[in-house]
C-alpha cells in the first residue's frame, strides 16, 4: 500500500512511520509541516529508505495537498498532524483551530477528490484514518465507567475542542460525501522523542538534574497511558483492517494518578542513576492547580482489542523504564531543546479540585 500519512515527524507519527518501515512493505509519504514539535532524527533509519518521502508542507495549504494527492496517488490516509500540547492551546488557541480544523478540513476535501478519480476496485478499500485523543470525551470522575467508543464529545480546552471539531468533520465527511472514513481516539502516550514539554519527559528531565517537580494539587489526577511502540501497532492495524465510518477507542488499561507517574519516573531514575543527595521524591512539589484541568480520562478499549485482535504488549513500569533509559541514552537530543526553552518549566500535571472541570 501506499501509505499519507500526516504529522510523521512529530512524536506519535515518528513512531507510526519507524514501525510501517520496520513490520510491513508499505510505501509512506510524510507531509509534515516542521513545527517545533518536529523532528528528522525521530525517523531514525526511515530516513535512508527508498520507501519514505517527507514532504515539508502545512496540510492548510489546500494546492500543496492536492498536489501530494496527484504526485503520489495513496491508497490509505493515516492523519496524525496537529497542534498537540494543551498548554500552548490555552496560551494561544489561533495555530490549534488552523491546523487542527481548517487543516483537517483541507486534507479532507484533497481526499474527497483523489477518491472520486479512483475506480471502483481502489475506491473499496481507500480509508482516511483520523488519529484522535480521548480528551475530546471531556473528564471522568471517581468511579464513572471509561471512555468507550459511543462517550457523547464534552472537550473542555481549545486543544481538545479543535480536536472534536475534526472528528465531527471527518465523520460528516463519511456520511455527507461516503468518505471512507475511520476516527480512532487514544489516551496519553509516552516513549522515545516526546517533546520534553510533555509530563513524563519534563519530570524525568528535571529529576534527573535535580530539579523541583511540581505536583497541581494533591497529585490524585488521574490519565490512562500508552506507550507509543503499542499505539503505533494498533494505528497501523486499524489503517489496514479498520471499516469504514467505525470509531475505535484503543488504550492500554493502565490508568495511573499523576503522583504515582511522578513516583515511578523517581524511582526507576534512583535505581538508574543513584542521586548522592537522596532519593528524588524529595523534589516533588505540590502547588496550586490551573484552572480548567480534567480530572481523570480512561478507555475501555475492550471493542478495538477484540476487531483487531491486538492488546498493548507493554504494561505502564515496563513502557516507563524503557522510555526512561531512551531519554537517559538520548542525551544530545533532548538538551538542546531544554536549554533553548525548557528548563524549569512548571509542570502541567494535577488539579487540587476533583470532579469535572469547571
Ligand atoms: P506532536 O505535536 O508530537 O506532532 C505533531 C506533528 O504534526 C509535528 O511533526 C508537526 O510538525 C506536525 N504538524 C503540525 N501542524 C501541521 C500542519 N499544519 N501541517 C503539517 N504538519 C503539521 O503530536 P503527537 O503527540 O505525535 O500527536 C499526533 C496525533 O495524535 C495528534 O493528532 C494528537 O491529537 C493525537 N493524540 C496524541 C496523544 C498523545 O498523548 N501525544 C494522545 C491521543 C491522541
Redesign the pocket.
Known amino acids: 500500500m501506499k501509505l499519507l500519512l500526516?504529522?510523521?515527524?512529530?512524536?506519535?507519527?515518528s513512531a507510526v512511520v519507524r514501525h510501517l518501515l520496520r513490520h510491513t512493505d508499505h510505501v509512506v509519504v510524510n507531509?509534515?509541516?516542521?513545527?517545533y514539535?518536529?523532528s528528522e532524527d525521530a525517523l531514525e533509519a526511515a530516513t535512508q529508505q527508498s520507501r519514505h518521502t517527507l514532504v515539508k508542507?502545512?496540510?492548510?495549504d489546500a494546492q500543496a495537498m492536492h498536489h501530494v494527492f496527484e504526485t503520489f496517488d495513496p491508497d490509505v490516509v493515516m492523519h496524525?498532524?496537529?497542534?498537540?500540547?494543551v498548554d500552548r492551546s490555552i496560551d494561544g488557541p489561533s495555530d490549534f483551530v488552523?491546523?487542527n480544523v481548517v487543516?483537517t478540513f483541507t486534507l479532507l476535501e484533497a481526499a474527497r477528490w483523489h477518491y472520486q478519480g479512483l475506480n471502483d476496485e481502489r475506491r473499496g478499500t481507500f480509508r482516511f484514518h483520523h488519529?484522535?485523543?480521548?480528551e475530546v470525551f471531556g473528564a471522568l470522575d471517581h468511579g464513572d465507567p471509561p471512555f468507550t467508543e459511543t462517550t457523547p464529545y464534552d472537550p473542555r480546552s481549545p486543544y481538545s475542542a479543535t480536536?472534536a471539531a475534526s472528528d465531527h468533520l471527518v465523520r460528516a465527511w463519511h456520511h455527507t460525501y461516503g468518505l471512507p472514513t475511520i476516527v480512532s481516539n487514544?489516551?496519553?502516550?509516552y516513549g522515545p522523542w516526546?517533546?520534553p514539554e510533555?509530563l513524563i519527559p519534563l519530570v524525568t528531565l528535571n529529576a534527573l538534574e535535580g530539579k523541583e517537580l511540581p505536583v497541581y494539587g494533591d497529585g490524585s489526577n488521574m490519565r490512562d497511558w500508552l506507550f507509543v511502540e503499542d499505539h503505533a501497532e494498533a494505528l497501523v492495524r486499524v489503517a489496514e483492517h479498520g471499516k469504514p465510518g467505525e470509531t475505535y477507542a484503543i488504550g492500554g488499561r493502565q490508568p495511573r494518578t499523576n503522583l504515582d507517574v511522578v513516583k515511578a519516573i523517581c524511582a526507576h531514575l534512583d535505581k538508574r542513576v543513584p542521586d548522592a543527595a537522596g532519593p528524588r521524591e524529595r523534589l516533588i512539589r505540590f502547588v496550586t492547580d490551573r484552572p480548567g484541568h480534567d480530572f481523570r480520562y480512561e478507555i475501555d478499549p475492550s471493542r478495538t482489542e477484540a476487531a483487531l485482535s491486538w492488546t498493548a504488549p507493554h504494561d505502564f513500569e515496563s513502557g516507563l523504564a524503557k522510555t526512561i533509559d531512551w531519554y537517559l541514552a538520548n542525551r544530545t537530543w533532548w538538551e538542546k531543546l531544554r536549554a533553548a526553552r525548557y528548563a524549569g518549566q512548571r509542570l502541567g500535571i494535577a488539579p487540587a479540585a476533583k470532579g469535572k472541570a469547571a
Do not use: P, R
Request: glycine share 12%; charged share 20%; proline share 0%.
Open positions: 500526516t504529522g510523521g515527524c512529530g512524536f506519535i507519527g507531509v509534515d509541516k516542521m513545527t514539535a518536529a508542507a502545512d496540510i492548510a496524525l498532524a496537529a497542534e498537540s500540547h488552523q491546523t487543516g488519529i484522535s485523543t480521548d480536536k487514544t489516551c496519553n502516550n516526546q517533546f510533555k
